[in-house]
């Protein structure tokens, strides 16, 4: 874990790799983003990743494991932006707004990640695994954090910052649960979670719901 401006967020350093296995590695995650916005997520297999990024298919192997591995790869890399912006972006994202505002900037952000990355983490299961019990995220370390600069009297921070999470990415998980289906999920859909967040927030802290649209 980090500390940036009082907050605790796990963005982990990887091990060095060396320069070849960066280099494959950035070149089959562009690949398989190619693929992905050429033929959805249903057209990336070992042996396609393998031929369209004019690599041996034991290198795709040997740096993803399983077919889910390489989603897995992807989210983590994209995760790991969303983390930057959080970390060091502009606010009320970013650090350098109230509180209140940065935990209702969060879960807007969070939860059109979500959407935007669902066909990613519905390949990224191993059906041959349990659903997860959630999103690996830095969720539930930065809303504990905000809860504690928010000064708001409320009991159990820890807890309240565990539910919280679930209430912002549930949703999202349970969708990733349900049968697969080609349909986009698209930002009208989002609205409502992100809308209903906004309420949540201002009410837990005392504070008048935002009743905009931005």
């Given at each position: 874990m980090g500390r940036v401006n009082g907050s605790l967020i796990p963005l982990g350093r990887p091990r060095p790799e060396r320069a070849d296995a960066v280099r494959n590695r950035e070149l089959l995650l562009a690949t398989v983003r190619e693929m992905m916005a050429d033929g959805g997520a249903c057209s990336v297999t070992m042996d396609a990743l393998a031929e369209r990024a004019g690599l041996g298919k034991g290198t795709v192997f040997r740096r993803f494991g399983t077919r889910a591995g390489i989603f897995r790869a992807l989210l983590d890399a994209e995760d790991r932006a969303f983390q930057e912006r959080v970390l060091y972006g502009p606010p009320p994202?970013?650090?350098?707004?109230?509180?209140?505002?940065?935990?209702?900037?969060y879960g807007k952000a969070r939860i059109a990640f979500l959407l935007d990355h669902h066909g990613v983490a519905r390949a990224a299961l191993d059906r041959n695994q349990p659903v997860p019990a959630g999103p690996a995220s830095i969720t539930r370390v930065h809303l504990r954090v905000l809860l504690g600069q928010a000064e708001a009297?409320?009991?159990?921070?820890?807890?309240?910052?565990v539910q919280l999470t679930g209430a912002l990415e549930g949703p999202l998980l349970l969708f990733l649960a349900t049968p697969e289906t080609d349909r986009p999920l698209s930002s009208a859909e989002?609205?409502?979670l992100a809308d209903s967040w906004s309420i949540l927030v201002h009410r837990l802290l005392s504070a008048p719901p935002d009743r905009g649209t931005g």
């Open positions: 994202l970013g650090p350098g707004a109230p509180a209140l505002d940065r935990m209702v900037a009297e409320l009991p159990d921070l820890d807890s309240l910052a989002g609205r409502p």
